[in-house]
């Protein structure tokens, strides 16, 4: 990187399932740190996460989550109610989905 460009990591912590065995979050780890873009991953059987620092230029999370499946195990996903105040119309629904799902980690 000898362009002075900067590389900007960013850490994702996703809840797995179907792991039945330490060989089974072994088997994550290691497809998850081979992808490009993943610095580290760690997947800890007993809570059911993987801890991952990754360059988000290079990889997303949904990349990874992608990976996870084919590797024959899955990602928990978790669902948000806000109430929210002070929206007029629907341009201001739509401006609200349109950022909020933008945001790092919401499908």
């Known amino acids: ?22 060989a089974c979050a072994n088997r994550i780890e290691k497809g998850l740190s081979k992808m490009d873009g993943v610095q580290d991953a760690n997947v800890n059987f007993a809570l059911e996460k993987a801890s991952v ?36 119309c629907a341009a201001c629904a739509s401006k609200i989905e349109k950022v909020v799902g933008k945001m790092p980690g919401v499908s």
Do not use: H, N
Not at 3 to 14: I, Y
Not at 53 to 80: C, F, H, N, R, W
């Open 1 to 22: 990187m000898g362009t002075g460009a900067v590389q900007e990591q960013k850490k994702a912590s996703l809840q797995l399932t179907g792991m039945t065995c330490a």
């Open 53 to 88: 620092t990754y360059d988000p230029a290079v990889v997303s999370v949904k990349e990874m989550e992608e990976k996870i499946q084919k590797l024959g195990y899955g990602t928990a996903k978790e669902t948000v109610d806000f109430q929210l105040v002070g929206m007029y």
